[in-house]
């Protein structure tokens, strides 16, 4: 019923900046809370960002300050700004959602994209 879609990842190199973008489509009737994860390579999968529908946003130590979740939630769209990258945050990148749908019964449930590749060359 909800597809998440990452766009953005790439290549950069140490010190330099990305942009990542999640988009959800379907049918629901609102997303709460929104994250990013990664994984890299060995590494089990981590919260890097999460932000909920009113914009609070909370950040894996290792990130503050060089990353920047923001959402539009008229668009159902999450951001992630990255500046200051590095070669640890080389990982793929994943989009959750907590998705409510339904229409007699509302039911929430965790919807994941399918990730995008971040990879910081030093």
């Known amino acids: 019923q909800v597809r998440l879609v990452e766009s953005g990842g790439g290549s950069v190199q140490a010190g330099g900046s990305l942009r990542l973008s999640c988009a959800a489509s379907?049918?629901?009737?609102?997303?709460?809370?929104m994250s990013w994860y990664r994984q890299g390579l060995g590494n089990e999968r981590e919260l890097v960002a999460s932000?909920?529908?009113?914009?609070?946003?909370n950040y894996v130590d290792s990130v503050k300050g060089r990353f920047t979740v923001s959402r539009d939630n008229a668009k159902n769209t999450m951001l992630l700004q990255m500046n200051s990258l590095t070669s640890e945050d080389t990982a793929v990148y994943y989009c959750?959602?907590?998705?409510?749908?339904?229409?007699?019964?509302?039911?929430?449930?965790?919807?994941w994209g399918q990730g995008t590749q971040v990879t910081v060359s030093s």
């Open positions: 379907g049918t629901f009737i609102r997303i709460n809370d």
């Open positions: 932000i909920s529908s009113s914009g609070d946003t």
């Open positions: 959750k959602a907590e998705v409510v749908a339904g229409t007699t019964l509302k039911l929430t449930f965790t919807s």
